[in-house]
Nanobody, 119 residues
Framework: QVQLVESGGGLVRAGGSLRLSCAASGSIFSINLMGWYRQAPGKQRELVARITSGSSTDYADSVKGRFTISRDNAKNAVYLQMNSLKPEDTAVYYC?????????????WGQGTQVTVSS
């Protein structure tokens, strides 16, 4: 089985920074796409940023220029550096990974980490 464990969430003032980390463990040979999603109260889960195994990246318009996604393939890890945080960034942030196993690709999620930005 595969587990994704996130860390790095917390409470920060507007304009501050946080760095989220996510490490995958278990029966992993490789990881395709990795990403971060978020879900605010009363809203649907939305894509924040994603990164391919070749380090091509994609960002939601709302975070472009403020957030940076990166990954360490040797550690099966993905990171999200969040700068210039705004109150509207408050949400539970989830790590996501597409992992090939048994001739199929499975979609795994972490348990989520809370990010709260105060005004």
């Amino acid at each position: 089985q595969v587990q994704l464990v996130e860390s790095g969430g917390g409470l920060v003032r507007a304009g501050g920074s946080l760095r989220l980390s996510c490490a995958a463990s278990g029966s992993i040979f490789s990881i395709n796409l990795m990403g971060w999603y978020r879900q605010a109260p009363g809203k649907q889960r939305e894509l924040v940023a994603r990164i391919t195994s070749g380090s091509s990246t994609d960002y939601a318009d709302s975070v472009k220029g403020r957030f940076t996604i990166s990954r360490d393939n040797a550690k099966n890890a993905v990171y999200l550096q969040m700068n210039s945080l705004k109150p509207e960034d408050t949400a539970v942030y989830y790590c996501n990974a597409h992992i090939p196993q048994d001739f199929a690709i499975y979609n795994y999620w972490g348990q989520g980490t809370q990010v709260t930005v105060s005004s």
